[in-house]
Antibody, heavy 122, light 112 residues
Framework: EVQLVESGGGLVKPGGSLRLSCAASGFTFSSFTMNWVRQAPGKGLQWVSSISSSGSYIYYGDSVKGRFTISRDNSKNSLYLQINSLSAGDTAVYYC???????????????WGQGTLVTVSS | QSVLTQPPSVSGAPGQRVTISCTGSSSNIGAGYDVHWYQQLPGTAPKLLIYGNINRPSGVPDRFSGSKSGTSASLAITGLQAEDEADYYCQSYDSSLSGSRVFGGGTKLTVL
């Protein structure tokens, strides 16, 4: 069974930093592109970042570029998101999501974790 | 402002059919990128509902179907049930921003 379990969220002051983790199990982690997607309270989904299976290709949404860093450790079946210079606008549930694989289509997420809440407040 | 546009809300009575639209542009849906749909029940993580415009993952009832034409896509739900009450999101890829997956703003489905 595929499982994605996020951790590392919490309350942080504006300007602060956090490192989110996602522990993966039930599949060959090193073979899949992974993503972070966030959801502000009462709002919609926003793609944050993606990292290829080997870590060679990394992409960020404009709102987090330069402040967030995605990484992975395939030996530990883990995905990470280092988030710096936090502001109130970064308050959200952060989801880890696995890229799906299917013939003739791509760029979708087939499994999601339960999310970890990041609250930025003084 | 989301890159993909969805109606904020739709509603229907049990047993009825409802559709949710998702409108994009020439850099995403209109460029040929597929549309995917997610269902988010209250207080839970999103769940993949439709991928590649029309495909259902194993376990998703055939009451749910997707379509795509031009710069738009639609999700149809037939035989509406109380447990379908949720938020629904469309998602695609946008070529104007490298690596960028884009979501619609979400549609709240209310079962009357």
């Amino acid at each position: 069974e595929v499982q994605l379990v996020e951790s590392g969220g919490g309350l942080v002051k504006p300007g602060g930093s956090l490192r989110l983790s996602c522990a993966a199990s039930g599949f060959t982690f090193s073979s899949f592109t992974m993503n972070w997607v966030r959801q502000a309270p009462g709002k919609g989904l926003q793609w944050v970042s993606s990292i290829s299976s080997s870590g060679s290709y990394i992409y960020y949404g404009d709102s987090v570029k330069g402040r967030f860093t995605i990484s992975r450790d395939n030996s530990k079946n883990s995905l990470y998101l280092q988030i710096n210079s936090l502001s109130a606008g970064d308050t959200a549930v952060y989801y880890c999501a696995r890229d799906g694989r299917a013939a003739r289509t791509e760029y979708f997420s087939d499994y999601w974790g339960q999310g970890t809440l990041v609250t930025v407040s003084s | 402002q989301s890159v993909l546009t969805q109606p904020p809300s739709v509603s229907g009575a049990p047993g009825q059919r409802v559709t949710i639209s998702c409108t994009g542009s020439s850099s995403n849906i209109g460029a040929g990128y597929d549309v995917h749909w997610y269902q988010q029940l209250p207080g839970t993580a999103p769940k993949l509902l439709i991928y590649g415009n029309i495909n259902r993952p194993s376990g998703v009832p055939d009451r749910f179907s997707g379509s795509k034409s031009g710069t738009s896509a639609s999700l149809a739900i037939t035989g509406l049930q109380a447990e379908d009450e949720a938020d629904y999101y469309c998602q695609s890829y946008d070529s104007s921003l490298s690596g960028s997956r884009v979501f619609g703003g979400g549609t709240k489905l209310t079962v009357l």
